[in-house]
């Protein structure tokens, strides 16, 4: 595996440090739902789970994900493994149920159109046990990122995750701009439509 240098981005927030901080681990397997074409969580996931490991890269827009394909093709990460789809439709996801150690939410809850659904389907892909991290931007104004009104609050976005599927465990300092809501998969299992 090489090892990676990110060229932007981890001013706002450094995905190396976050994962370090949720535990990620050599052989898990991990998903970026709503992954945007940078790979910014992406290729370090890739580099700190190892070839024992495997990353999907989940996104709607195929475009995105042929450019975060063309990115682990270059950075020589064999790991990563690309999924289309709508993480608002429950089920929609094909990744094997109950196989993730660590699923990623990054800036995508405030844009979820239905957000019920989106909770259900972390929990569908998400093993018991394993971790789940809801990162969002704070309510503070930014030079970047969506306007302050479409913004939640961290308790606004832990009444959202609320669910008999995922028990928080802390809220985590993700850097000035946003904070990280981290839970655990819990036993309980997630109903079939």
């Known amino acids: 595996m090489p090892?990676?240098?990110?060229?932007?981005?981890?001013e706002l927030i450094n995905p190396f440090k976050l994962l370090e901080r949720v535990g990620i681990c050599k052989g898990w397997?991990?998903?970026?739902?709503?992954?945007?074409a940078t790979g910014h969580f992406v290729?370090?996931?890739?580099?700190?789970?190892?070839?024992?490991?495997?990353?999907?890269?989940?996104?709607?827009q195929r475009d995105v994900l042929e450019h975060v394909d063309r990115l682990a093709k270059r950075e020589q990460?064999?790991?990563?493994?690309?999924?289309?789809?709508?993480?608002d439709v429950y089920g929609a996801t094909r990744i094997e149920p109950g196989t993730?150690?660590?699923?990623?939410?990054?800036?995508?809850l405030y844009l979820s159109s239905n957000r019920p659904a989106l909770i259900r389907e972390m929990a569908r892909l998400t093993k018991p046990g394993?971790?789940?991290?809801?990162?969002?931007?704070?309510?503070?104004?930014?030079?970047?990122?969506?306007?302050?009104?479409?913004?939640?609050?961290?308790?606004q976005s832990r009444n959202i995750c609320h669910?008999?599927?995922?028990?928080?465990?802390?809220?985590?300092d993700v850097g000035h701009s946003h904070y990280g809501l981290l839970y655990e998969r819990t036993e309980v299992e997630v109903e079939a439509d």
């Open 3 to 10: 090892n990676l240098i990110l060229r932007t981005g981890t």
């Open 29 to 36: 397997h991990v998903a970026d739902l709503g992954c945007g």
């Open 43 to 60: 290729l370090p996931a890739a580099q700190m789970v190892g070839g024992e490991g495997k990353v999907y890269a989940v996104d709607i």
């Open 77 to 87: 990460f064999f790991n990563i493994h690309t999924v289309w789809a709508d993480i």
């Open 100 to 108: 993730l150690d660590l699923c990623l939410l990054i800036n995508n």
């Open 130 to 155: 394993g971790r789940i991290l809801v990162v969002e931007w704070k309510t503070v104004a930014t030079p970047i990122g969506p306007s302050q009104d479409h913004r939640l609050t961290p308790e």
């Open 163 to 172: 669910s008999p599927f995922m028990e928080y465990l802390d809220e985590i």
